[in-house]
Structures are given as structure tokens and as C-alpha cells.
């Protein structure tokens, strides 16, 4: 059975309504994208936060008198300047220190440098390569009476000194001088 289908081969007829949008241009269009535009805009600053986070501040006092109690060993610090700020402390064992517990503190210095002390009674190898970021040995130099290692890799810098059984690693972003004076100014917590 076959069925016929009539197409009409005239032209569409108007309905006589008129079609809206043929009377858009491209102006309209612009102005149209600029509204839309705007409420982003609006949306995004009421809502905006600030993604820099705040720098971690950390009381080191506290946390030192709690790993001191511990420790078979004087734990170390030394006094921050005026804009510095201890940004993480601990006493817990590293990767490389073979289970026995690292005292470290870490300074964020003028907001970009940054400084940090490591001492450990560790005699896991390595411990040193770990603190130091891998860096290499650049010969030694004597602050205060005190016998230090120089340490270097890519952007830190770090001095080694072994001392009764314990290393202790003053290691950083900043150059050679402020890290020997850092060390210099490791004092004992007892």
C-alpha cells in the first residue's frame, strides 16, 4: 500500500506577525553582552576572597618545653628579629632520621627568606643530605669556638655541626653571613 504525500510546492505564506528579532543588530547585541558582563562583575566582587593565605604562626616556646621533656639532648633556638615569624615547629621523626625524633623550627624572615634549625641525635647517614636538600659539602668554617660544615644546593644554604652525639642544621634562603650568624646565635633551651 503505498501512500501519497502532496507537497505543496508554493512558497510559505506570512502569518502576518513579524518576526521580533530580525530587528536586532549587532549594537544591541554588544550592549546586551555588557549587561551580562557587568552582573559577573558585581557577583565576583561582592564575593571575592583573597587567596594569599595568612602566614601559620607557630609558639615555639610552648612546643620547645614539651619536646625538652623528651628530648636526651638540649634543644636548641635562637631569638627572632623584629619581623620574623616561627611558621612551623616540631619534634617528630623525618624520613631519614631512622625513627628517632628531629627537634625543628622554621622562620619566615622579612616575609621572603626563609631559616630553619634541625637537630636530631640521629646517626642515620641520611639525616644531613636530608636537612640540606641534598646540598653539597663546601668546606667548613669555626664560629664561636664551634666547628660547622658548609652545605650547598639550588637557593639554600646550610651549616652542619656534630657536637656530643647530636648534629644540629641551620639551613636557609639567605646568604652565607646571615646564616653564619645564625648559627652563632643557636643558644640551648636549658
Do not use: C
Not at 635562637?78 to 621523626?93: E, H, M
Amino acid at each position: 500500500m503505498a501512500h501519497d504525500v502532496l507537497v505543496s510546492a508554493t512558497a510559505p505564506r506570512p502569518t502576518g506577525r513579524r518576526n521580533a528579532r530580525l530587528g536586532q543588530t549587532v549594537g544591541d547585541m554588544v550592549r546586551s553582552l555588557a549587561i551580562v558582563l557587568a552582573l559577573v562583575g558585581v557577583l565576583v566582587a561582592v564575593t571575592y576572597t583573597s587567596q594569599s593565605a595568612d602566614v601559620p604562626r607557630v609558639d615555639v616556646a610552648t612546643a620547645q618545653a614539651q619536646a625538652q621533656r623528651q628530648a636526651p639532648f638540649e634543644l636548641s633556638t635562637w631569638t627572632p628579629g623584629p619581623g620574623d615569624v616561627a611558621t612551623s615547629v616540631r619534634w617528630q621523626a623525618t624520613g631519614a632520621s631512622g625513627g628517632v625524633p628531629v627537634w625543628h623550627i622554621g622562620y619566615l624572615l622579612d616575609g621572603s627568606e626563609y631559616l630553619q634549625l634541625a637537630q636530631s641525635a640521629t646517626v642515620e647517614v641520611g639525616f644531613v643530605p636530608e636537612q640540606t636538600a641534598g646540598g653539597k659539602p663546601q668546606g667548613e668554617v669555626s664560629l664561636g669556638g664551634v666547628r660547622w660544615l658548609r652545605f650547598e644546593s639550588a637557593g639554600r644554604r646550610s651549616l652542619v655541626g656534630i657536637e656530643n652525639g647530636v648534629t644540629t642544621v641551620v639551613s636557609g634562603t639567605l646568604p652565607w653571613s646571615e646564616i653564619e650568624a645564625a648559627a652563632t646565635s643557636v643558644r640551648k633551651s636549658r
